[in-house]
Structures are given as C-alpha cells and as structure tokens.
C-alpha cells in the first residue's frame, strides 16, 4: 500500500496552461517535500512545508501543505517547456527517520 | 561546496556478481541515506546511517547492506545480483535526522544486470 498517492500519474499540456499536481495520504506528516528528477539524474528538492496550511511560492510554482498535514498540492502557473520532468512528493513522520515517497507525476509540457 | 558525489555513474554486472556503490555527503551533512529507484517509480527507501549507526531499513532482502565512514562518506553493497536489482542507485544526505528532514540527492548510479 502507498503510504503517499499521488496523482496524476502523468500529465501531457500545452505550454501556457495551468496545472495540479495532488499528494494525498491518510498518514500525518511532520513536513512534505517536493522533488522535480530529470531523467538519468537525482531529486532536486524544490521546497519543504512543515506547517499545516502553509503556502509557498516559487516563481510560477505554489505549493500548499493541508491544515491536517495528510496532503499536499503543487500548482504550475503558465507551464514551460523547461517544466518538464518526474514530480515527487516525499514526508517524513516523527516516529521514523526515513522518507516515504509517492510513485511521482510525470509532466510533459509541449511548446 | 560540492554536493554529493555517487562512484561510479554507470556500471554493468552480471547476475551473481557482487557491487559496491560509493557516496560523500556534502560537507557537515552527518546523515547518508541510500535509495533504489526503478524506471517511472518514486525512490524507495534502503537504509539510513547517522554518525556511523544505521538508524533505518527498508524492506530490501539482507543481500543489501551498507556502512558510514568516519568521514560520513557510505558504501552500499549489493551481494548475489539478481536482474532485478537493475535501477538507480540514489544517495542523500542530510545535516540532522530530525523534523523538516531535508535531503539532498547525488546524481545516482546507474545499475544494469545481465
């Protein structure tokens, strides 16, 4: 069973559309985190939300952490091209040292 | 400041063969972790070391194991290949192993099994 479900698993849009990727769990999270991965290459972290109803924001990126902490969403205004690539969405829970990871979105934005 | 840095890039085995996978941390980074990722699948979890403990297992079979140096740098052993131990090997590596756990991943190496 997949501790994280994300969704979609992959996504294919023209270049200037929004987009939604969603994290969904049934298990509380002490922080979430977001990875964009190329591929052929390692996880690139792209923010950390510890706060339950937290929002931030990169560039054209926002990334919002659930009030409960069980999920979370990440938000692509105006895709690019340069967008694309495998999303993956990791927490962490006190009780564990380890990551739990969702099986991620791959994006394909097409100029 | 290098990030972390995996040995080798790419290597090629054959089933029964033993590897052995290398990782430095980013400098002052005290915790190694090692991940197995398959093709169009999330990382899934293999160990975690912290000042030369491990201090966490994934479900991966005892052919795998790993240690940390005292230098923080780890090496991950794979005993008795099978095929389907061919995927992306990913180290990462941390300041702490406490709350807002943030990692920071090499480049990985790449593993094929014949």
Known sequence: ?111 | DAGVTQSPTHLIKTRGQHVTLRCSPISGHKSVSWYQQVLGQGPQFIFQYYEKEERGRGNFPDRFSARQFPNYSSELNVNALLLGDSALYLCASSRTAGLAFVQFFGPGTRLTVL
């Open chain 1, 1 to 111: 069973t997949q501790l994280l479900e994300q969704s979609p698993q992959f996504l294919s849009i023209q270049e200037g559309e929004n987009l939604t990727v969603y994290c969904n769990s049934s298990s509380v999270f002490s922080s979430l985190q977001w990875y964009r991965q190329e591929p052929g290459e390692g996880p690139v972290l792209l923010v950390t939300v510890v706060t339950g109803g937290e929002v931030k924001k990169l560039k054209r990126l926002t990334f919002q952490f659930g009030d409960a902490r069980k999920d979370s969403s990440l938000h692509i205004t105006a895709a690019q091209p340069g967008d694309t690539g495998l999303y993956l969405c990791a927490g962490s829970m006190d009780s564990n040292y380890q990551l739990i990871w969702g099986a991620g979105t791959k994006l394909i934005i097409k100029p």
